[in-house]
């Protein structure tokens, strides 16, 4: 049924773009954001290699399972984040084109993204590690917290294009103009984007990991190779969220004629800028927000923010252009 | 390969602090060291919550013998290649309590220490001076033993 | 052999066998290797069905017809019950399997495989029957069947018991009044259509007619006696009846309701969504905050039953078979489970997360088909509950074309699976991971007989996850021929889109995530060896303490507190709850008849007695025409 070379041409696809060029992307974006944050607090920030290093130095260190883990699924926790998130990367149109596109791909890259959540969960609960426990309890809460008002912000799109394609979302927006730039679009992405930075485990929503209160959450004793791996999935992570709110609301990652240089660089730049903004919003949530308190961030998601969401998504019915 | 994973070694090295008793000056210095006037994520330089993440194990205080176990467990915990600081007079020699009673210090007597910053307080230019230094000694080491 | 003789040696072999194990109920290890042979001969009579069915190319086929003082009772085989049947047959083996050793636990009692035996005979002819009254008779002996089954759990379960075979048959006498009222309308016994009848009657009937089924499900508002009886009775009560025979049986007759017997309707549509959205929010909600492994479970087979109900309701091809395909995969995860719980259960006696944990290092076999079966549950791709949940999804976010309620029931259906999420977690955690409290250093697995059920399951909750269209095209999409489907959306997808497409491109192909997983393990591989070789160090597995501040402790941290902070937030909803929810409602209801019910026993009997009489007034009044 399926052809050896089918089989071969995927690997090489799967090895090319998803372990080669996502993961340097994505620690590009992350380089980004600490430069962002080091300007924003007037100093000259990390410099560019900077989390090529990191990267490279915790794969380099020893790999430690301590005495109360549960040895296999400590080890295996940090490979299902990684590879989860590449594959949301791969499902993903990014210049448009995408070998991996299939009816209803949103949903599986919705629950995707939701994966590297969970295996730190998993992974946090098999190390044994009372903080991770609290880590795991608390990333737990966010996890239901933003997933009602971010289901109901990414229906906007799926409603107004009736597809659960990216592609056919994409090309609405193609047709229609993006989807921010209507009322109830704007809407979600202001959700989006909050859900986004919780999804991140970035500030204000950082609970989890929450670095003073309990030290790393659920990567408390993840050291050397497996640290990396997860520090990778974070990287990619965020350049799967830039693209996902890219691809619903910005106008889609698309170079729209592949004909013509000019489009193509033109669209290239677009592609870029897009990815930017996302990141850039983020970073600036990131970097002028304190911590909010578990209660308080589900609270928010489940009242403030799901107001919102509701309200683009009532708000999306209304047929009248710009609405 | 070891000489990128000794750059990489000496481009990101993460501290982990832990005071053995210290009078809290050193402590201070420390994090003055590590605020945006100094700005040490220039070099890499990151302070984490965990030992299991840490490079470098930046030790304050005399090491008495209520912190005595417990500094050993976290060396203990920590990923090899490692490298400890000793910060301050007290956890170099032990400083005016060197003939305390409850002193199961300095430092170099419990785990092996690499770099040694005197001062009470050392300034946090020489703090981020010792550190340097500590990364020299990776180059020289080139990925070593420890 | 021909269907009929099929049909004949899988009803009869567990209905005799089930008199032999009543002769040797003292002895337990016989009685039990009986019970799992026979029910095997069942279960290899079922697949041997499935398979000439689909050789054969039938969609329905009487195979067994007598006619009794001028009634006739026949036996039909469809290709919906065939895949059920299937279905019961493979969790009665597994059960009994289980149960050989399981059972020690509870006084050993003999007579419980007779029960197991007699509910997997009387499930299968009462989905087969094809006349009212065989249906009725069979379907109670079922019901009858859970309550025995529940008493085994000793003297503390004998009031749930009593409570929930109150509730079940006074919604069973409920249908029996909808049966008498269609026997008169249509004048014939046999279940046929009730097409052109007026829209009083007809809505009459169907409710009648649905609380029953959803009783027998576990929908809301009739769910209470779910998690009632699960904390004293065995754990393979509860995987055999709520978890499966009840979902495989209701579902079944919800169906056969909505898109056989009347005709559908869009009202009837948004019912019997609404109906699901709430059964899979409020027990999902109710799951997170208990402390009871069996009870936990116990609402989770509740809100899994939800997706079913929002698939039936919406009633789009997509749907119907998203949600039969979901009873399927909640049959293998939730008994799964429930398996897991019992192991747990057998090797410690403990009931309650606080006084469980660390326990995969000890059973790391039951860990590993808790952790397959509770990710499965919560949807986790390529595992089968995220196949059938992504084909309710896309079927409620279509069908918004037909009713906005269809995308609320979408977004609660993506709730209630993060939800899920968070208390299988907090039962892994609680119970398998963290560290292990004292007194269970000498814990060890439990014995095989109870192993191999386990596994089996939880493999095909892989298999199933990986190869989708394995059961949809032999079994779910083939019994759609047997039910009416309403809605064919013009722009709904043709349903072989969904997992057949012809290119490995073009779909979502779970072999792409297998050769993701390969890649990833790969990767993990070679990091581990060329660190291994590179570092002049060795790793340290296993070998140093966890990181607590510098202390040397254990501290416990359970997972009965995870989820205070959304107590808290909701509390007026716990509130409600905590004083007993809609148990509270029947509760007053049943007050209303106090002077009958005056102990449950009695009304028990009482509800019988009516049910009876009614049986016989249908008799007569269909034997009559």
Redesign the interface.
Known sequence: MIDLWVVGLSIAYIVLIGLLIAPNIGLFLTWIHRKLGARMQWRIGPPIYQPWADVIKLLSKELIVPETAHRATFLLAPLLALATVILAFLIMPFVGRTPLAFVGDVIVVIYLMSMPALAAMIGGSASGNPYAAVGVQREMTLIFSYELPFIMAALVPILKARSLKFIDIINYQLGNGPLVFTISGFLAFVVMVMVMQAKLALPPFDIPEAKTEIIAGPYVEYSGPLLALFKLAHAVMLLVVACFVSNMLLGGLIVSDWSSYVVILTDLLLIAVKILVVIIIAAFIRFYNPRLRPDQAFGMFWKTITFIAALALILSFVPIPYF | MSGLITWARIKSPWLFHFNSGSCNNCDIELLDALTPRFDVERFGILLEGSPRHADVLVVTGIVNRQTLPRLKRIYDQMPNPKIVVALGTCATSGGIFSEGYNIAGPVDKVIPVDVYIPGCPPRPQAIIDGIVKALAKIQALRGGKR | MSLSEIMLIMVLVPGVAGFITLGLSKVRATSGAIASIACLIALIMSGALLYKLNVENIVQQVILCLSVIGMKWELEVTRLNALTTFFIALIGFLIALYSTRYITRYDGKGYYFTLILWSLSASIIAMMSMNWISFLVFWEVCTLALFFLVRAGGSEAKAPAYRALLLLASCDLLMTVGVALAVVKTQSLEISRLAGLDPLSVGLIFTLMILSALAKAGGVPVHTWIPDIASNSPATTLALYPAAYDKLLGIFKLSVICHYIIAFTPSISTVVTIIGMMTMLLAVLMAMVQHDIKKLLSFHAISQVGYMITGIGIGTSLAIAGGLFHMVNNVLFKSCLFLTAGAVFYVTGAKEVERLG?L??KMPIT?ACA?IAALAIS???PLNG?ASK?MI??AA??A??IS?VN?VA??IA??T???T??SF??Y??SV????LPRGYENVEEVPLSMRVPMIVLAALCIVFGLLPQVPLTYMIIPALSNIHVTYGLP?S?PLE??YL?PS??????P???T???L???A??WI??VT?KR????V??????????S???L????H?G???G??K??LKRFYSIADKGGFSIAWRSIANIFKPVLKSPRNGVFFIYALWIIMIILVAIIGGGT
């Open positions: 660390g995969a290092k860990f952790l949807g986790v791709p995220f992504w999804y896309q976010f279509e918004t074309e906005p995308a979408g977004i993506v709730l699976s993060a939800l999420l968070a977690i907090k892994l955690h398998f991971l963290g560290p722009t997808l889109w969904v497409a490995a491109w073009a779909t979502w192909s072999i792409v995530v050769l993701i997983a890649l990833a393990l990767l993990g990091i581990y660190g590179v570092q002049p160090f790793y340290r597995i296993e070998a140093v303490k966890p990181f607590v510098g202390e040397d254990i501290i416990y941290y997972g507190h995870f989820y902070p959304v808290l937030s």
